[in-house]
């Protein structure tokens, strides 16, 4: 079986959309991205800033409640369901409780060929672009540039700080089934 699904797992502003752009255009079957911040952009009003849903602190925390972890099983039911009928994902997601994200990604795409990438970046070099994207709380780009890879196993990892996304997305090509 070849692979189905390519899960990028970085902090804030790592790169991950860089690559998956990249990866689009290099890949010689067609994929779709999807990332945890289209779902976040169609969440009602009602989940954001809020204690069910997402919250952003002002120091870059991201507190999730149960409303949000509700909404994004289903979410991810959808993602794997559209694998399963054939479609090729690239998946942008941010791990921010670690492993334990990861086994939620996992369980809910069990039974289908998952590529696990890390997408690793400087907390320094993270800040930065998140500085110059304007659209992120200040302080998120350092506090996950770690955090997120905690405990989490990979199939390969690549850095944003040091390579570019296009050299990034044709090392990750080379690990695809």
Known sequence: MSTQVIVLNGGSSSGKTGIARCLKAV???PWISLGVDDLVDALPPGLLDSG??????????????????????A????????ARAGARIIFDDV???GAASQQ??????AGLEVLWVGVRCAP????GREIARGDRVGGMAASQAELVHRGVSY???VDTGSTESLACAKA?????R
Not at 55 to 73: D, N, P
Not at 75 to 81: D, L, Q
Not at 124 to 127: Q, S
């Open 95 to 97: 791990f921010l409780s």
């Open 104 to 109: 939620r990604v996992r369980t809910q795409l």
């Open 155 to 157: 199939d390969v990892e």
């Open 124 to 127: 320094e070099i993270a800040a």
């Open 172 to 176: 990750i090509a080379g690990y695809l």
């Open 52 to 73: 069910s849903g997402i919250a952003f602190g002002s120091g870059g925390e991201v507190e999730v409640g149960a409303g949000f972890r509700e909404i994004e099983a």
């Open 27 to 29: 890949l010689p079957q």
């Open 75 to 82: 979410w991810m039911a959808g993602v794997a369901a559209m």
